[in-house]
């Protein structure tokens, strides 16, 4: 009997380590074999083979299930770096957040490390959020766009937010008006998408690439931050040539293009794997 590619082996068994610590959400802790995560207006309860239970009825594709996984591993599986990330972390996925919830939490993690936009969002969620009780544990829901809209700056800016204080209601407002709508967004083919969300103050490249990548279906969309640069520098110097550390708007896009011709319209799933491995082999803390 032929083997399977090495990319189909156990691929499809969700691994919720290597996905819930992957930096695409904050609002997750673990209890014994499950997980709990705040996800928008629902609260959800992961098993270790991605069985979801939640506060609500309403049915969540968190995991991405109706996504080709045999092609999208065909596609990015493009050299040795990337086949090995996948041996290494098999079972990761990219998620379907709720995209008010993602859009919030990723400007808030502006120049921040995962311990502390955790921190900063479960303050949001504590001071603005629904108490609800779930599985005998209590939990607070993201809150709404309006309550944050209407929220002051200084009540923000106790839960640790500093700066990003003004771009979390400014955002709030511009979803609570339908300035935003991440219906239409998804949509919006991604250099649209991406030009509507960047008008977003404090959305720049690398955030709006996240909120388009982990929310809103953009699945070519390679968020570009400091870890990412330094693989694409270190493994592929040849390939993505980086003149310097930080990118203008126009090197990002160009780059971006370069980053999409190699790795296909499945980008995003291969930056989630190398950007996984290389946290890993730094022994940088998740969750």
Known sequence: MKSQPFEMVDYCKINLENTINSGQVFLWKKDQENWYGINGQNVLKINEIGEIKSNTRKKIDFFREKDNLEEILKSISKDKMVKNAIKNYSGLRILRQDPFQCFISFIVSSNSNIQKIKRCLENICENFGEKVIFDNKEFFLFPTPKILATASIQ??????????????????????????????????????????ISQVPGVGNKVAD????????????????????RILEQYYPSIFELSTKTLTHKQYAMLHEKIANYFGPYAGYAQQFLFKMERENYEKKWL
């Open 210 to 229: 996240c909120i388009l990548l982990f929310s809103l279906d953009k699945l070519e969309a390679f968020p570009l931050d400091r870890w990412m640069i």
């Open 155 to 196: 009540e923000i800016k106790k839960c640790g937010t500093g700066y990003r204080s003004n771009f979390i209601i400014t955002a709030s407002e511009m979803v609570y008006s339908n300035k935003i709508n991440f219906e239409l967004l998804k949509k919006c083919e991604y250099y649209k998408a991406k030009e509507i």
